[in-house]
């Protein structure tokens, strides 16, 4: 497609007294990794659940590949191409390694009409990809946490998504654990694939994103290209701390 593959116009999230996401627009394009940073409780979880459908928006309007999707369930968006990882991992703990991957490929585009057997190539073919081939066959929960990390990735990758929604993805990996998620990142952009990721590590997202979008008590404060966007003063001030004075 030519035009963006993610359209969010005022996008505004509200949980009782709090705005959690403030008025937020921005577009993303195919192929493209945009970076999404700032302080803890800026709203950057709040916004990917806006968009992958697990919480429905207060205002605003969100478009993926042209359809308004700001009403679909969350079932509905991941069958059209948005896959998500999350914070937090929860791997379904009886199953292996291979077939947590694979309810991802049953899951995904075609809604469920993959067979098993298929689903579980497809499987193996993430897990290759992630780097976790050597692990098909063992249980998921047996998995160190850089491994349920690699696993969160190739459940989504089998949902064969246009548009990756990563939420801290490198959050407690140490710098090699990190340049290899950089690098299976880069190649899932290298597919054709969108990828929005969250993430706090300044050097990784500076190194990974085409563009960076910062948010600040749930509202965008920048957006633009990764160096122009961490010499803003107001970035600097609002999340990295005041410069100290020479």
């Known amino acids: ?3 963006p593959i993610l359209e969010v116009s005022h996008a505004t999230r509200r949980f009782a007294g709090l705005t959690a996401v403030n008025d937020v627009s921005f577009t993303l394009a195919p192929g493209e990794i945009l970076g999404l940073i700032g302080p803890n409780g800026a709203g950057k979880t709040t916004l990917i659940s806006l968009i992958s459908g697990t ?3 207060s205002e605003g309007q969100i478009r993926f590949e042209g359809q308004d999707i700001h009403q679909l369930p969350a079932f509905r ?14 791997p379904f703990p009886g199953l292996s390694v291979l077939d947590n991957v694979a309810v991802g490929a049953l899951f995904g585009q075609g809604g469920g009409q ?14 290759d990809f992630v780097g976790l081939g050597s692990t098909a066959d ?4 047996s998995l160190s946490g850089p491994g349920r990390k690699r696993l969160e990735l190739a ?14 993805v490198m959050a407690g990996l140490n710098h090699v654990e990190i340049d290899e998620v950089i690098d299976v990142i880069r190649k ?10 969250i993430e706090h590590v300044i050097k990784a997202i500076k190194s990974l994103s085409d563009r960076l979008l910062v948010l600040h008590h749930g ?4 957006d633009g290209k990764p160096d122009e966007v961490l010499a803003d003063a107001t970035v600097v001030e609002a999340y990295l701390g005041k410069r100290r004075e020479a």
């Open 1 to 3: 497609m030519s035009g």
């Open 55 to 57: 919480l429905p928006p």
């Open 77 to 90: 968006r991941a069958r059209l191409g948005i896959g998500r990882t999350f914070q937090i991992m929860r």
């Open 114 to 127: 993959a067979k098993l057997a298929l689903a579980r190539e497809q499987a193996r073919e993430c897990l």
């Open 138 to 141: 063992q249980r998921a929960d």
């Open 155 to 168: 459940k989504t990758l089998a949902m064969k998504p246009k548009l990756l929604l990563c939420d801290e």
């Open 188 to 197: 899932v952009r290298d597919q054709g694939i969108a990828v929005l990721v």
């Open 219 to 222: 509202e965008k404060i920048a």
